[in-house]
């Protein structure tokens, strides 16, 4: 099997939701495009004011837009048009199954990397012949899974991982695809924890064994290894350490092709950095475009990509409210309903998450989302959750319009890796998860309450 093509990806502004439409003149390009904006002095999501959602379904509370969804995703395939090139969305960014099946119903494929993920790709109606199997552990249950799905194809990292995915798919009289996942060793100057394409990370065979391993797996009678996958880590600001890998690969595979191997695709990974700090912290992927669609264009093999954060980042937003003002030592704490829990990046990553009031006052409506914005009546505080970890913040001496108990305030840029990555530390229940479209919302995943924190544990 090959990793089929997208279908036209692109709908016609008429196709498009409005809002989408009015601005399709010149969205592709914006690379801030979002639809969490204050209108009226307030934070709205799409047409809805944000306050309403938070009174009616309570904080913490994820709330995503469905037509920032949709565009960023049509602005990655307008963007790679011409490469038509297979847009594998990674599910482990934002995975909930309302949002998979959007995006499937968009011609979009799916990057998983646990039986889980495959599982919530096949429930949201994913078309299996365009879902990839990422990641350095996969165990025989998933790997029998993902061939009974039948998968386009294993991203593999191992040479052990290969002889067991052959191991696996003999035992099932099947014949399984994959890739082989070559470590490019180049450094995406991003975080340690999330830098994955460099030498001395666990991920992917490195470039200089590329070729032995093809050889040496070459004749399998379960297994094809007919591509090549690369992911540089995430997430990437620069466009050259992609255009390094990139042209790393292409020269591989003009190698691995003289040796008689015929590599039919090349996953180029996901890692588009998004902004978090300032409305032109990352490149707009037309920039990436522009770089990588020369160096693939007219290629023999077919191109993917896997991207997450740049679908799901500014698509999504975490509402908290202030339970309390704290003063400690020389600090302003600033506590809140949400915690490490919720969203786990500042804490690991030491990550900024802009954060600003839902209702600010007329002198703090912000033009635009941005680190440097100073506000009036402005102090220094501590965002903090009420997780018994001094770990436990979402911002740190961040300089911010003064607030109180009772206020919302909104965490942007939180779609990507937020609610994922959440969990039940200290018992606490899951946020709810809500899509907004237009002037109308739906609870896509609920509140969890107090009954499931204890439900598996029960006989
Ligand atoms: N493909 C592979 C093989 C990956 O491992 C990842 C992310 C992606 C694609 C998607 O990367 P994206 O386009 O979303 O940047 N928890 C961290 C990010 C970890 C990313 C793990 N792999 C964070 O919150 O920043």
Redesign the pocket.
Known sequence: MIIPSSPAPIKSAAGAPSRIATDACGCHNLPTMDYFQYKNGELYCEDLPVAKIAAEVGTPLYIYSKATFLHHYRQIATAFAELNPTICY?I??CGNINICRMLAGEGCGF?V?SGGELYRALQAGGDASKMIF??VGKSDEEIRMAIDAGIAAF?LESEEEIENVDRVAASMNRQAVGAI?VNPDVDPKT?A??T?GKKETK?GVDLERAERVFDQYRNLKHLRIAGI?I?IG???YEIQPYIDAVNKITALIDRLTQRGHKIEWFDV?????VNYQRPDQAHPITEHAKALVPLLKGKPYRIAF?????I?GNSGVLLTQVLYRKKGGSKQFIIVDAGMNDLI?PT??E?YHHIWPVHPTPDNVPAQRSVETVPNNGEVVDVVGPICESGDYLAKDRLLPHTQRGDLLCVFTAG??GFS?SSNYNNRRRAAEVLVDGNSYTVIRRRENYEDLVALERV
């Open positions: 990674s482990k960014s990057d990397t990422a990641g991203n996942r975080h924890k999330t994955t991920f996958h992911h995430s997430p990437v990974g996901g890692g588009f950095g896997e991207p997450g954060r740049y799901a990046r690991l990553y990550s990507a890796y990555m």
